[in-house]
């Protein structure tokens, strides 16, 4: 069992920058590959960006591409998405979830995703 802690969202004005934190409970969290969602009222959860167990490999939705980076910290049991030049439509619930193996763009193939943490960007 893994339970997943997301953290660091909030209100930020369009052009922002914001971090947002995944913290694990599980020593062995380096071997889950990770991809953050997000979901805003009304719309299916989406896939924002996902990176491998070795951090080695990224992907990134063509909505955030070039402006987010996914990155990890295995001793920390952390992974962090990094999301600049924020906008209105960036608004939603933003979730960690963890798998086994490869990473997955989409978020009922994830075995752990957290409470998710809210991201709401004002024009």
């Known amino acids: 069992q893994v339970q997943l802690v997301e953290s660091g969202g909030g209100l930020v004005q369009a052009g922002d920058s914001l971090t947002l934190s995944c913290t694990a409970s599980?020593?062995?969290?380096?071997?889950?590959?990770v991809g953050w969602f997000r979901q805003a009222p009304g719309k299916d959860r989406e896939i924002v960006a996902a990176?491998?167990?070795?951090?080695?490999?990224?992907y990134y939705a063509d909505s955030v591409k070039g402006r987010s980076t996914i990155s990890r910290d295995n001793a920390e049991k952390t992974v962090y998405l990094q999301m600049n030049s924020l906008k209105s439509e960036d608004t939603a619930v933003y979730y960690c979830?963890?798998?086994?193996?490869?990473?997955?763009?989409?978020?009922?193939?994830?075995?752990?995703w957290g409470q998710g943490t809210q991201v709401t960007v004002s024009s």
């Open positions: 979830e963890a798998r086994i193996g490869g990473y997955s763009t989409t978020w009922v193939t994830y075995d752990y």
């Open positions: 990176i491998s167990w070795s951090d080695k490999s990224t």
């Open positions: 599980r020593r062995t969290f380096g071997a889950y590959a």
